[in-house]
């Protein structure tokens, strides 16, 4: 399992494995993926997309490997590393954690997509092919669950009471304010207000609509994104959440929420949303030291 | 036998394995994009039926293809899916398979992801 702060036994500069390099997130480059405090993975990416990344999955040395994974000889963390094309994955921007450097020039990763596709021999070696035993199924097992969780890691979540309904959604499934009302047994305007996005739902009634119409809770609710949210994803942030996290000893999600509260406070100061945001991690560090 | 095996086109209806917190949506339409033979994987590309943007790809509701609503087909959540699981009627049931023009439509717009310049 891996540690944010403790490198693993392949990795002998723990300066690096504590620190990172620094750097935006490209093609090519080596990432520690974490939430909560937690290491996760370790991550090449494929493909970099406003709020998410594709990403190849990286193994060590010490850790199963096999074919279609493939051996690359050298790497930032100056030991050999293994990528996984093959199970190439959707990652949020919010789980970027520590860059390590550039692993791999794109123009080696598109061979190696080149050669996955075509049946042939990738710019470096194949690991051997798969063993048929216990051991090598369990943890093949447990690495496709792990990135399926990564994968599926999303932020910020729609909260009832934070988050309007969808109403995209509610016409497609024959909601209409008339019909809220008799559902949720409120009046016609409250209904009016739900169903227009004025209002938020409370957690009770998300989960009645949710259980009458058998669709998932959250795909009742609005996806929100505001300016806030833009600038918290960015990788350049984690070490701050993780920051406010510690201080008021609280999970990620939490952080994420406080801060965000704390910027939107102060909705009219001046400057770029990065100086307010800045701003507002400033208060929120120094609160209550004085 | 296309619902024991998944081939570049097949549809299937996915659960996400209980590992953690229960998926909001447990079950989801996605396609087979890539399948290596010495992987024990393939890759699938979900279909997304709310919020779909603008680099996603439109899937207009098809009765056919037991797409029962309008939705998207998006990279967002590109993902493995465990061979074994492949065909499993409540984990993993075969729905269909896309026929061209649409399949190689749907198959390009995989292609296009974000990914490594050569």
Redesign the interface.
């Known amino acids: 399992m891996l540690s944010l702060d403790r490198p693993p036994a392949d990795v002998t500069d723990g300066d690096l494995w504590r620190e990172g390099q620094p750097g935006d997130l490209a093609?090519?480059d080596l990432w520690l993926l974490s939430w909560d405090g937690r290491a996760l993975a370790l991550a090449l990416a494929?493909?970099?997309?406003s709020d998410?990344?594709?990403v190849w999955p990286v193994t060590l040395p010490s850790e199963i490997a096999?074919?279609?994974a493939i051996e690359v000889p050298t790497s930032p963390l100056d030991t050999r590393v293994l990528v996984w094309p093959?199970?190439?994955?959707?990652v949020g921007l919010h789980l970027f954690h520590r860059r390590f450097g550039t692993l791999l020039r794109?123009?080696t990763?598109?061979?190696m997509?080149?050669a996955?596709?075509a049946g042939k021999e990738p710019p470096y070696p194949y690991a051997p092919?798969?063993s048929d035993d216990k051991q090598t199924e369990s943890w093949?097992?447990a690495m496709?669950?792990a990135?399926?969780?990564i994968?599926?890691n999303v932020w910020p979540k729609p909260l009832p009471g934070e988050t309007p309904l969808?109403r995209?959604?509610l016409r497609?499934i024959g909601v209409r304010p008339s019909n809220l009302a008799a559902l949720l047994g409120v009046a016609t305007s409250d209904a009016a207000g739900l169903f227009l996005g004025e209002t938020n739902p409370t957690h009770e009634q998300v989960e009645a609509l949710a259980d009458h119409f058998e669709?998932?809770?959250?795909?009742l609710l609005?996806?929100y994104t505001d300016e806030a949210v833009a600038e918290l994803i960015r990788p350049a942030w984690k070490d701050h959440i993780v920051a406010i996290s510690q201080r008021y000893s609280e999970g990620e999600e939490a952080a994420r929420t406080r801060l965000r509260t704390e910027f939107a406070l102060a909705a009219r100061a001046t400057g770029t949303t990065r100086d307010r945001m800045r701003a507002a991690l400033g208060r929120l560090l120094e609160r209550d030291r004085r | 036998m296309p619902d024991a095996a998944a081939q570049r086109g097949d549809i299937y209806n996915v659960h996400?394995?209980a590992?953690?917190d229960q998926?909001?949506?447990?079950l989801r339409r996605m396609v087979c994009v890539?399948e290596?033979p010495?992987?024990?994987?393939w890759?699938a590309m979900p279909r997304i039926?709310?919020?779909g943007r603008a680099?996603d790809l439109f899937s207009p509701r098809n009765e056919e293809l037991k797409l029962t609503?309008?939705g998207w087909w998006t990279?967002?959540?590109?993902?493995?899916v465990?061979k074994r699981w492949t065909g499993h009627a409540s984990l993993c049931a075969y729905l269909s398979s896309l026929t061209e023009p649409l399949r190689t439509e749907v198959l390009d717009h995989y292609k296009n992801?974000?990914?490594?310049?050569?």
Do not use: H
Request: charged residues 35%.
């Open positions: 093609v090519g494929s493909g970099v997309a998410y990344a594709l096999f074919q279609p093959s199970r190439e994955t959707g794109e123009r990763m598109a061979l997509i080149k996955g596709e092919p798969r093949d097992e496709v669950d990135w399926e969780d994968c599926l969808n995209a959604v497609a669709i998932g809770p959250e795909e609005r996806t | 996400r394995d590992t953690m998926d909001s949506k447990p890539a290596w010495s992987e024990s994987t890759r039926t709310t919020d680099d609503q309008d990279w967002r959540f590109l993902r493995s465990k992801r974000p990914r490594p310049r050569a």
